[in-house]
């Protein structure tokens, strides 16, 4: 059963374009959403994250919408560079429980 | 150390064989977690490992898979008579701060099965 449903599951964008990866959920009880990033070779990475009292969280290039009614965030990307070419990951957590991710996003930004 | 460090990082076996993975988690993380990545796929939750309780090994595949943690520290996944289709990166993570669990990724093993 997926509990963290992410898309698109591929994404392709020119250089500076705004990608946008969509996650959904049906769990009430989680309580904070990381996203994590992956390069070729690596394993993923804490990008930024975010709990369900705030609608929008940024660091840098990087903001997640958070939509509680809705049981929705995403993750934007703005003026993306093709250094952000990398699989990315949404995630919720229960507390301490095993995060549940989401399928996983591949995106390409070229040049 | 400061951070998960995984061995070996690449392998390639015979079908039959067993293989052992390692993974020595960041100092001081009590929570440890394996996850099966294959070819441009998702994570795949395996096992997991938190403190002194009762490991959950509600994502093992089959009973080919176990894992064991010593000493609350260093943790190693066996595959008994591996396949083909056990031909995958395995992921190691660690974690420990309760409240937002942030989970730190090792660089994964990489298994071939010939």
């Known amino acids: 059963q997926q509990q963290v449903k992410q898309s698109p599951q591929s994404l392709i964008v020119q250089k500076g374009g705004i990608p946008i990866i969509n996650c959904a959920y049906e769990?009430?009880?989680?309580?904070?959403f990381p996203w994590y990033q992956q390069f070729p070779g690596k394993g993923p990475a804490l990008l930024i994250a975010i709990r369900p009292d705030v609608s929008e969280k940024k660091e840098g290039r990087f903001t997640i919408s958070f939509n509680k009614s809705a049981k929705q965030f995403s993750l934007h990307i703005m003026d993306s560079q093709p250094g952000d070419s990398a699989t990315y990951f949404c995630a919720a957590n229960e507390g301490s429980y095993i995060p549940t991710f989401g399928r996983g996003t591949s995106l390409i930004v070229h040049p | 150390g400061a951070g998960v460090s995984q061995s070996p990082s690449n392998k390639v076996t015979e079908k039959g064989k067993d293989v052992e993975l390692r993974c020595d988690p960041i100092s001081g993380h009590t929570a440890l977690y394996w996850y099966r990545q294959s070819l441009g796929q998702g994570l795949e939750f395996l096992i997991y490992?938190?403190?002194?309780?009762?490991?959950?090994k509600s994502g093992l595949p089959s009973d080919r898979f176990s894992a064991e943690r010593t000493g609350g520290s260093v943790s190693t996944l066996t595959i008994q008579r591996t396949q083909q289709e056990d031909s995958a990166v395995y992921l190691c993570?660690?974690?420990?701060?309760?409240?937002?669990?942030?989970?730190?990724f090792g660089a994964g093993s990489r298994l071939t099965v010939l």
């Open positions: 769990n009430t009880a989680f309580d904070y």
């Open positions: 490992f938190q403190g002194n309780s009762a490991p959950d």
């Open positions: 993570a660690s974690s420990y701060n309760p409240v937002a669990n942030v989970l730190t």
